[in-house]
Antibody, heavy 116, light 111 residues
């Protein structure tokens, strides 16, 4: 059974930092692309960041580039998102996604709330 | 960046009747390799999204055949031939041809 379990979401003040983690199982993690996608309180989905199998190709949406860092540890079947300089508009449910063609897997999400 | 525009924002359908959702991209989603990376996701209330369709029209394993995708270039459609109660959800299109990847705004299907 495929599982993606996100953790690390919390209430944080503007300007603060958080590190999200995602533990994967049930599919070939080290051969899969991985992404973070967030869902805003209004319900829209926004793709945030993407990393290829060995971490050599990384992409970010413009609104987080320079503030967020995606990384992975294939030995631990884990994906990370280090978030700094957090803003109110970063408040969202953050999902971890796995891509192993033609399959696509989603976690249940971890909630990040940025507020003073 | 590519802009994905879905319509309508919401849709009320009678059980057993068809439903159609449109997704338009601001530029052609046909990749230089000939593939078109347009997919459709369903998000039921309280659940994570799940992919229904990839590559315009390929149904994910386990997805009922009442769901179908079509289109090309910049115009795409998700059709449900006969809506069932379990289809109540928000539907999103997503392009993964270009970076950054992005989603349409979503279409809420109600019965």
């Amino acid at each position: 059974e495929v599982q993606l379990v996100e953790s690390g979401g919390d209430l944080v003040q503007p300007g603060g930092s958080l590190r999200l983690s995602c533990e994967a199982s049930g599919f070939p993690f080290s051969r899969s692309w991985m992404s973070w996608v967030r869902q805003t309180p209004g319900g829209g989905l926004e793709w945030v960041a993407h990393i290829n199998e060995d971490g050599s190709d990384i992409y970010y949406v413009d609104s987080v580039r320079g503030r967020f860092t995606i990384s992975r540890d294939n030995a631990k079947n884990s994906l990370y998102l280090h978030m700094t300089s957090l803003r109110g508009e970063d408040t969202a449910l953050f999902y971890c996604l796995g891509w192993f063609s033609p399959d696509n897997y989603w976690g249940r999400g971890t909630l990040v709330t940025v507020s003073s | 960046d590519v802009v994905m525009t879905q319509s309508p924002p919401s849709l009320s359908v009678t059980l057993g009747q068809p439903a159609s959702i449109s997704c338009r991209s601001s530029q052609s989603l046909r990749h230089s390799n000939g593939n078109t990376y347009l997919q459709w996701f369903q998000q039921r209330p309280g659940q994570s999204p799940r992919r229904l369709i990839y590559g315009i029209s390929n149904r994910v394993s386990g997805v009922p055949d009442r769901f179908s995708g079509s289109g090309s270039g910049t115009e795409f459609t998700l059709r449900i031939s006969r809506v069932e109660a379990e289809d109540v959800a928000v539907y999103f299109c997503m392009q993964t041809t270009y970076w950054p990847h992005n989603f349409g705004q979503g279409t809420k299907l109600e019965i």
